[in-house]
């Protein structure tokens, strides 16, 4: 059975979910009912945004044979390589200032 994908929070819904897992987590200890209210109008106005968005799309449906197989890869560079790249690339730059203040 195909999975519908809908898209993660971008923009003004990302500060809503922070609002919401906030306001969630300091009314829950205790630090005042208007935080609780916060979260939980957060949390309503997420299943509203849920329920009306329509933009969520099957990406593919196909039956498979028995012995079939489906390869899915991501040639895209990933977060986790792109921040490694950026490490070295740092690395470098401190060493090679290091090695310039020697000489």
């Known amino acids: 059975m195909p999975r ?5 929070p971008r923009g003004l819904w990302k500060l809503v979910v922070r609002v919401q ?3 969630f987590a300091q009314g829950l200890r205790g630090k005042g009912g208007h935080w ?3 979260g939980v ?3 309503g106005l997420q299943r509203l945004r849920a329920m009306s968005v329509k933009d969520a799309e ?6 498979l044979a028995p012995g079939e197989r489906i ?11 792109e921040d490694e790249g950026r490490r ?8 090679a200032a290091r090695a310039s203040r020697r000489s």
């Open 4 to 8: 519908k994908v809908t898209p993660g």
């Open 21 to 23: 897992r906030f306001g």
């Open 36 to 38: 609780l209210a916060l």
């Open 41 to 43: 109008g957060a949390w």
């Open 58 to 63: 099957i990406l593919i449906k196909e039956p």
């Open 71 to 81: 390869v899915i890869t991501n040639e895209t560079i990933t977060r986790a390589a």
């Open 88 to 95: 070295r690339a740092g690395k470098a730059a401190k060493a």
